[in-house]
């Protein structure tokens, strides 16, 4: 997950991200059916497996395992979440992982996923309209432990977050949890095409003084889409 975002030039009036996003990862999603891509071979091997998948409770269920390493056959950077049952159906989503490269895996995936009368595909991770708590490698973070300062860097969305409990040995998970809080207030294709660079601090210094709660990031981030909107 390389905090570093690259620079996207406008192709056309009011449609950058479309251009400099979809478009290729169209190109890339009907290269790869032509080339006979692996999707099918996975939502065969699911509709095969349905009925144990949909019925897994524990991330520990052996099931889950064979369905990551079906999804990783695709692209090493591909993962899932499986949300809880709701109206006799559950949510799967399809997740580059952050990771932009894998995209037009997520693409075509998505675009060959079965008819389901108990499944609601979706792709990328999803925005929450509660933000949960993140555990990793016996690192708990609440939201209430985030914050951030969000600013317009050379005509980008740039953000810092605030963690509290980072220390610099532990950086690499708190990194990760960082990440997964953003996928959660943004989602992960905002995150990923709609945000410029994006910094882990501790939470002390005159910038956290400044810096506001997690959940003000969405709206922060929506007023800045639309404002830029109006200004192509």
Not at 36 to 57: C, H, M
Not at 179 to 185: I, R
Request: charged letters at 25%.
């Amino acid at each position: 997950m390389d905090p570093a975002k690259r620079d996207r030039n406008s192709c056309s009036a009011g449609r950058t991200w479309v251009c400099q996003v979809l478009a290729p990862l169209l190109l890339l999603f009907s290269a790869a059916l032509a080339a006979g891509s692996p999707d099918l071979d996975f939502w065969q091997w699911f509709v095969t497996n349905d009925a144990r998948i949909f019925e897994a409770k524990t991330a520990d269920d052996p099931i889950l395992d064979q369905l990551a390493a079906h999804l990783h056959q695709i692209n090493p950077d591909l993962t899932y979440q499986i949300g809880s049952v709701r109206d006799g159906k559950r949510e799967f989503v399809i997740s580059a992982n952050g990771i932009r490269s894998a995209f037009p895996f997520v693409e075509a995936l998505y675009a060959n996923a079965p008819a389901s009368g108990h499944w609601n595909w979706a792709k990328y991770r999803q925005r929450l309209k509660r933000l949960l708590a993140i555990k990793l490698n016996n690192i708990s973070v609440s939201p209430g432990d985030v914050s951030f300062v969000a600013t317009e860097e050379d005509g980008k969305f740039t953000v810092v977050l605030y963690i509290k409990g980072l220390t610099e040995r532990s950086r690499s998970d708190y990194e990760q949890i960082a990440y997964l809080f953003l996928d959660q207030a943004l989602g992960e294709f905002d995150v990923e095409t709609g945000v410029g660079s994006i910094e882990i601090r501790k939470a002390d210094g005159a910038g956290f003084a400044m810096s506001k709660p997690l959940g003000q990031l969405a709206g922060d981030f929506d007023r800045y889409r639309a404002l830029q909107a109006k200004r192509s």
